[in-house]
T-cell receptor
Framework: GNSVTQMEGPVTLSEEAFLTINCTYT??????LFWYVQYPGEGLQLLLK?????DKGSNKGFEATYRKETTSFHLEKGSVQVSDSAVYFC???????????FGSGTRLQVQP | DAGVIQSPRHEVTEMGQEVTLRCKPI?????LFWYRQTMMRGLELLIY????????DSGMPEDRFSAKMPNASFSTLKIQPSEPRDSAVYFC?????????????FGSGTRLTVV
């Protein structure tokens, strides 16, 4: 079935540093791809999505480009803030059912 | 809209006791999902419903777990009897099938501790 692999965390950065969180996927066809974010003590929130190859999703300064050649959907932000500290999940639809499969999550810690 | 509402936020119970987790989805959403989150296994889909009907319960760990959705505005996840390995955060999420973007809305979760 479809699956995603995320880089291990935690990722620790200083404020205003550049962020990359890697995500690669295995899938049948070209499903939509998603990034969700989980702040401490909260549920997951949709951060951005891309629905087809070469699409770029963006939100709150975060971006990710759907690259079918490398089966990747890496999350990037040019200048992180302390408030970006959270756990980030890459996700895609399960094979044959209307549910999402999530990666293991990558914890980001931004220090002032 | 108040979002997806889960209760309780925290539950501590003794091994062997029955536990019931509750979820109110967003009005108008026709899909409801139950996920479990642990450090070891990450986010696991337990079961999901469409129009109150269970579609896939292959993620339910064992017969001790059961889920119901008696109407469009309420769902329960029950564990009977509970065991320490059931300790986790349980999330409910809902979405609209009319939108093909899988835009889930998650609740804040129930943190279950079984001692």
């Amino acid at each position: 079935g479809n699956s995603v692999t995320q880089m291990e965390g935690p990722v620790t950065l200083s404020e205003e540093a550049f962020l990359t969180i890697n995500c690669t996927y295995t899938a049948t066809g070209y499903p939509s791809l998603f990034w969700y974010v989980q702040y401490p003590g909260e549920g997951l929130q949709l951060l951005l999505k891309a629905t087809k190859a070469d699409d770029k999703g963006s939100n709150k300064g975060f971006e990710a480009t759907y690259r079918k050649e490398t089966t990747s959907f890496h999350l990037e932000k040019g200048s992180v803030q302390v408030s970006d500290s959270a756990v980030y999940f890459c996700a895609l639809p399960d094979t044959g059912r209307r549910a999402l499969t999530f990666g293991s999550g990558t914890r980001l810690q931004v220090q002032p | 809209d108040a979002g997806v509402i889960q209760s309780p936020r925290h539950e501590v119970t003794e091994m062997g006791q029955e536990v019931t987790l509750r979820c109110k989805p967003i009005s108008g959403h026709d899909y409801l999902f139950w996920y479990r989150q642990t450090m070891m296994r990450g986010l696991e889909l337990l079961i999901y419903f469409n129009n109150n009907v269970p579609i896939d319960d292959s993620g339910m760990p064992e017969d001790r777990f059961s889920a119901k959705m008696p109407n469009a505005s309420f769902s329960t996840l029950k564990i009977q009897p509970s065991e320490p390995r059931d300790s986790a955060v349980y999330f409910c999420a809902s979405s609209s099938g009319a939108r093909k973007n899988y835009g889930y809305t998650f609740g804040s979760g129930t943190r279950l501790t079984v001692v």
